[in-house]
């Protein structure tokens, strides 16, 4: 070779190496920390090209070196022979390491760009930005060189932190600073971010730089903002509390808790035992068994009363669960509520109802007296009671009865009937002086008309009081006097039923020897005031005439309820009532059938007539039931029947009126009755009867279908079946009797029957060798069921029995309708190591965003669905696409209603894992299930 080609080649070769060391070294290729693993791998791969190609040919290259060097002594020039192979291995060894920079380079980058949080670099100014860091500082490549990380600083920061920021990163770019994290706010585009940062000192490209990494956390903020809010305000107190034999700590209380109980987070947290202190006396006891029950099942939902700081007590309720359980210390969080109001009602309008019931039976004044203050009390609306009349000789009230009946109250006190007098001031002295019928005392301690007795209402824990006026006759005054032991316990919503309360007295009084009054309460509504469903089969018994009838009922009336309050839906309903009767005739009778039903009886008119009528109620209604400036739409479903037209016994026409409300819909809200809704009414009758022998006498059967393994062949599992026949030996259809027991509320009763006889089952066959894991289907109820969970380990516990042979199956359509419900009952099923499984998949079209926040075992892919798969692709293809995503979701497949091989073997090569169908068994009873597996399972 000539000298000017080697020299050529030494060029070459030269000018390869400046291109490589220019690629180290301008090429940004960032030699960061976190890329330790990458630089000993290169550092392995130069030495392996340095020995065994770079270092021969170097030290040719320096023999050449010298040669030039001493030529001009010499004269004489002795050139080293490079051979072609060994340039062309150095440019080849060139070529590969600095591809094999660029690879690592490009793989650096893309991590880079990746991570969920911001990477820059600056010397002072930015040198690199990774792709999250440009995003949320709004910057690209060209723009970031202009700029510096200071100049991103929200103006609001104090001047103190401004001058440390600065500082560190000056000394950054000095390289004396070490690593730091802080949080800090940055200014971009108007919106501040609010970002977690952690900085240090590196090189880069030579000289020494900064670095930032940083998370935006402006989102988790205004979360931490809004909670805080949430727990200011949300008047429900969370607390977080551990139990050890020596009593409970309270760890964490929201706030709430000073306005439900006055005390501070932090005087409850100080005080040891503070919770078991202040529960009420009576109520400590059944706590206590209701606790034993919650170690047990790791849920507890109760209410009781506990004190407040003021030294009275109010109701709340309590939700909580266990946390953890180790070692005898269990760790708790739970909730509180105040559910005063709730229990006020509660007890008001059972004390109303049973009062009633009194006033019917009493055969003299003095027992119905003392029956009416007794309920009162025994029904916890108070706590004592008594009933004065006015003495006009003496000018005082005078007890008559009280209850309970050791309380001397009512006669160690004096109310007199002189205004002039502070002792006339009171609840009673105003009833009494006819002033109003109902007078409320809501807090003893401040009441000033209350001040000459409060000492001793106070040493009775007698906090609140209310008197009522009892209508009787001219010549005489009576009131009932109730007093109960929290403050604010009588407040004006209570009002419209104390009214009735003494107004029911007054009737049951001034006819009790006559009983005609009696009788008006049995033929009238309290309520409203109107007449009742006694009144309206009363009317149909004595009916000659042709006539109509509408069955009304309120749509979502416990709507108004919720929204409104009891006393306001109460109201409404009277208005509605009144309304009613507006569009009708005066001859016409509105009836009140109880809760938000009505029945119109017109006389002389047919169904054509009646529909007009009540076409025209459903217009007006509509419209708006006008209630303190409040316009509240009402919306109605109606049911017609006439006589004779429909019935020639008028005693039926109620009846026949029902059975047409009970077929109508959201898109038919007018029924008129035909014969064939009596008989399917009959038959359901029939129906409900037989449901409530079988639930009482636990008279279903169950029949057991095999799941097959489809790759082994073996049996693992099985689908617990009901089956129930009616009065005359014949099946009745599972779907129809489902539909009717839930209709019923009865469906949470049924499956605690067939999980009971599905464990006894398992019991047994553990014994004779059956392995199998049963699935049971549940229903929406079951799952909104508190004690589902706590009876099913209760009998799992009793049958010596694991969860992991139980299934329970939930319709996809269950899963749409209450996901969020649905997904915390399955993650506590899974939890205590019972299997998930989603029945009929594909029937409620959830979406895939739906079924992936399902945490299940098993997808049930619906029959409806297999029975297509060898006749039309797309049913096809949509079956495989269900396969993919259970796999994806780690869950299994099971096929519903296979019927013929071929179907098997498409499932089997699609990935199916179960095959439940008619091909290898129909549903047994339990004896044929058991020898069917006996045969079938190896």
Same mark, same amino acid.
């Given at each position: ?415 007199? #009937?002189?205004?002039? =007098? /502070? +002792?006339?001031?009171? $609840? ?7 002033? %109003? &019928?109902? @007078? ?95 009144? #309206?089969?009363?009317? =149909? /018994? +004595?009916?000659?005439? $042709? ?7 309120? %749509? &979502?009336? @416990? ?380």
């Amino acid at each position: 070779m000539s000298i000017s080609k080697k020299f050529i080649l030494i060029y070459s070769i030269l000018l390869i190496l400046g291109t490589l060391l220019f690629e180290i070294w301008e090429g940004n290729y960032t030699l960061l920390p976190d890329i330790v693993n990458i630089f000993v791998l290169t550092v392995l791969f130069f030495s392996v090209i340095y020995f065994i190609i770079i270092k021969p040919i170097g030290n040719k290259l320096r023999q050449l070196s010298q040669e030039v060097y001493n030529l001009p002594e010499n004269n004489k020039l002795d050139l080293p022979n490079f051979s072609e192979p060994e340039l062309q291995d150095l440019a080849d060894a060139v070529s590969s390491a600095a591809y094999e920079l660029r690879q690592q380079k490009n793989m650096l980058d893309w991590i880079l760009d990746h991570i969920p949080a911001g990477v820059v670099i600056y010397q002072p100014n930015i040198v690199y930005a990774n792709q999250y860091a440009l995003e949320h500082l709004s910057l690209d490549i060209k723009s970031m060189h202009k700029v510096k990380p200071v100049d991103f600083l929200a103006k609001h920061i104090d001047e103190k932190t401004k001058k440390q920021l600065y500082l560190l990163m000056k000394n950054r770019i000095k390289g004396i600073e070490g690593r730091k994290s802080y949080n800090t706010e940055l200014y971009v585009n108007g919106q501040t971010l609010h970002v977690f940062a952690v900085s240090d000192t590196i090189e880069y490209n030579g000289k020494p730089a900064g670095i930032i990494t940083f998370i935006d956390m402006t989102e988790l903020r205004w979360a931490e903002f809004e909670l805080t809010l949430l727990q200011r305000y949300l008047p429900v107190v969370a607390y977080h509390v551990t139990i050890t034999k020596e009593g409970e700590k309270f760890y964490y209380i929201s706030n709430a808790i000073e306005e439900l109980t006055g005390f501070t987070p932090e005087e409850v947290k100080s005080q040891q035992n503070w919770w078991y202190q202040h529960v009420h006396p009576d109520d400590k006891e059944c706590i206590n068994k209701r606790k034993e029950k919650f170690i047990k099942n790791e849920k507890f939902q109760s209410q009781y009363r506990i004190l407040r700081k003021d030294g009275t007590y109010i109701w709340i309720n309590e939700q909580i669960v266990i946390l953890e359980n180790n070692n005898g210390v269990k760790e708790l969080a739970g909730f509180w509520r105040d559910s005063t109001r709730e229990k006020i009602w509660q007890f008001a309008h059972n004390a109303l109802a049973k009062a009633n019931e009194g006033m019917l039976r009493a055969k003299s004044e003095s027992l119905l007296f003392k029956y009416i203050c007794k309920v009162l009390v025994d029904s916890g609306f108070c706590c004592y009671a008594w009933i004065g009349k006015a003495d006009l000789e003496q000018d005082k009230i005078v007890p008559l009865y009280s209850y309970p009946y050791d309380e001397t109250y009512a006669s160690d006190i004096t109310i007199t #009937l002189n205004q002039e =007098l /502070l +002792t006339s001031l009171g $609840p009673t002295g105003e009833v009494a002086s006819k002033k %109003r &019928d109902i @007078s409320l005392n809501t807090d003893t301690r401040t009441n000033e008309n209350i001040k000459p007795w409060r000492e001793e209402m106070i040493k009775r824990k007698f906090f609140s009081s209310a008197a009522i006026n009892i209508d009787s006759d001219k010549n005489k005054i009576l009131t009932l006097n109730i007093y109960a032991d929290l403050p604010g316990w009588f407040d004006e919503t209570l009002i419209p039923l104390l009214t009735t309360l003494g107004r029911n007295i007054g009737f049951a009084l001034s006819d009790l020897n006559s009983r005609e009054r009696l009788k008006y309460l049995s033929y009238h509504d309290s309520l409203c005031g109107i007449l009742n469903i006694n009144a #309206l089969k009363s009317r =149909l /018994l +004595t009916l000659k005439q $042709p006539a109509a009838i509408a069955v009304i009922n309120i %749509r &979502d009336f @416990s709507t108004v309820n919720l929204n409104f309050g009891y006393s306001v839906g109460n109201s409404i309903l009277c208005r509605t009532a009144t309304v009613i009767k507006s569009c009708v005739a005066k001859k016409d009778k509105l009836y009140h059938l109880g809760g938000d039903k009505f029945a119109l009886l017109v006389i002389n008119a047919d169904k054509k007539c009646m529909e007009g009528i009540a076409k025209r109620i459903q217009k007006r209604l509509a419209e708006g039931v006008v209630y303190e400036n409040h316009s509240i739409p009402i919306f109605l479903r109606i049911g017609i029947a006439a006589t004779p037209e429909d019935c020639s016994d008028p005693t039926t026409l109620h009846e026949l009126g029902m059975s047409a409300l009970n077929f109508g819909n959201s898109s038919r809200s007018i029924t008129k009755f035909e014969p064939w809704m009596q008989e399917v009414s009959r038959t359901r009758l029939m129906l409900e009867s037989t449901i409530h022998k079988a639930i009482n006498e636990e008279s279903f059967e169950l029949y057991y279908q095999p799941i097959v393994n489809s790759s082994s062949g073996k049996v693992t599992q099985c689908e617990a079946l009901i089956r129930l026949n009616d009065q005359d030996g014949k099946p009745i259809r599972p779907d129809l009797m489902i539909s009717v027991a839930e209709d019923l509320g009865l469906i949470t009763q049924i499956t605690r029957i067939i999980i009971k006889k599905v464990l006894l089952q398992q019991k047994i066959w553990r014994s004779k060798g059956v392995n199998v894991r049963v699935a049971v289907n549940i229903s929406a109820a079951d799952i909104e069921d508190p004690e589902f969970f706590p009876n099913l380990q209760e009998m799992l516990l009793k049958n010596g029995l694991n969860s992991d042979i139980i299934a329970l199956e939930i319709t996809e359509r269950t899963t749409v309708e209450k996901t969020d419900v649905v997904r915390d009952f399955i993650d506590y099923a899974r939890s205590i190591g019972i299997a998930i499984e989603i029945d009929d998949f594909g029937v409620a079209h959830s979406s895939l965003h739906e079924i992936s926040q399902i945490n299940f075992d098993i997808l049930k892919i619906d029959k409806s669905f297999i029975d297509r798969i060898l006749i039309d692709e797309r049913n096809a293809e949509i079956v495989r696409f269900i396969i993919h995503m259970a796999t994806q979701l780690q869950a299994q497949t099971v096929a519903e209603g296979v019927e013929k091989q071929e179907q098997i073997d498409w499932l089997k090569d699609n990935g199916c894992d179960f095959i439940q169908g008619y091909i290898y068994s129909k549903p047994l009873p339990t004896d044929e299930f058991e020898a069917w597996y006996n045969v079938h399972k190896k």
